[in-house]
């Protein structure tokens, strides 16, 4: 698996936002668009393009489009404060949808929804979630995702554990992670240390 962190000055910025106990949910939200515009940009920087002949006002031109445009794939809840900011950056993008939710005794994954094409054979993905913990959930996601026939796997992710980074490796799925930062590790509830907190609460309020 290709790990790619994502260390910008102004990544790194919107991050503290993020982190701050005292940081609301509003300019959560905001810090996370923020974040996820410089996931995608810097996960795109090598997409193949198709040359496309355009017409500026003073002459004939040549341009570019994306030549695969990702499927995007939040996970909800928390997946879903990236989504927009995604699609605004890549509007010829579809978009597909996991639900799951950690049980809070466990730990464990429980899958609610997935809303997917069936056949992701030749389609990049884009997976979005801003949380990588134990790895569970995005362990779920991919697997629904190489079920339809996915091959070419972008995870996009703010804050990881080294045992989230850990569980992706183990899948021996081809995939690539951007993220915005890898933390110390897990507690006993296995939140991120130091974290952010529950991702999902933060944009949303208590579930
Ligand atoms: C959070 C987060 C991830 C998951 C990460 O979701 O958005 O999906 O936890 O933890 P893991 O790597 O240990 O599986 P949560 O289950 O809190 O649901 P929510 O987004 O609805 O709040
Ligand atoms: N989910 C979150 O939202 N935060 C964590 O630290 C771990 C899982």
Known sequence: MQVHLVDHPLAAARLTTMRDKHTGNAAFRAALSDLTQMLVYEALADAPVDAIGIETPIKACAGTRLAAPPLFVPVLRAGLGMVEQAHA?????????????????????????????????????????????????????????????????????????????????????PLRLFVGAVDEGLDEASYIVPGLGDAGDRQFGPR
Do not use: W
């Open 89 to 173: 950056m890549v509007p010829e993008a579809f978009v597909g949808f996991v639900g799951v939710a950690r049980d809070e005794a466990t730990a464990k994954p429980v899958p609610y929804l997935e809303s997917l094409p069936d056949d992701l054979a030749g389609q990049p993905v884009f997976v979005l979630d801003p949380m990588l913990a134990t790895g569970g959930s995005m362990l779920h996601t991919l697997d629904l995702l190489v079920a339809r026939g996915a091959t070419d796997i972008t995870v996009l992710c703010v804050v990881a554990a080294p045992q989230g980074v850990a569980t992706l490796e183990n899948s021996g799925y």
